[in-house]
């Protein structure tokens, strides 16, 4: 997968894992910087007010933000995904997310989906540079 010069990502959280998305975020803030994010609207609006990272925030997850991610990827927009879900709480929009992460496996995007794997991702991603 070759990456842009500034790596597009896209960050989501459920309600329970967005103190995770934030350590996360938090522990990634100078390599964050530099890439060029998106999130779905809560998500978006805590990085952005908490640790001051320039977000283009989608809608909220159950009204379509998943989708607007999912579309953004298929047409080459995103580079990567770090989706934080909560396994253990049914959510409403499940067919919207299960969308986004078969996206992802369809068109070979990287699909972080709990903190190891996302830091992985995201270490891998500030050691290559601009090729993962």
Sequence with gaps: MTMTARPRIALIAHDKKKDEMIALAREYLG???ACSLCATGTTGGRLAKELGLA??????????GDLQIGARLVSGGIDCVVFLRDPMTPQPHEPD????????????????????TARLVLSQLMRSGTQA
Excluded: Y
Excluded at 97 to 110: G, M
């Design 97 to 116: 997310i299960n969308a986004l992460v078969r996206a992802c496996d369809v068109h070979d995007i990287a699909c972080a989906t709990n903190v190891s």
């Design 55 to 64: 977000v283009e925030r989608m809608h909220s997850g159950p009204v379509g």
């Design 31 to 33: 390599f964050l910087q």
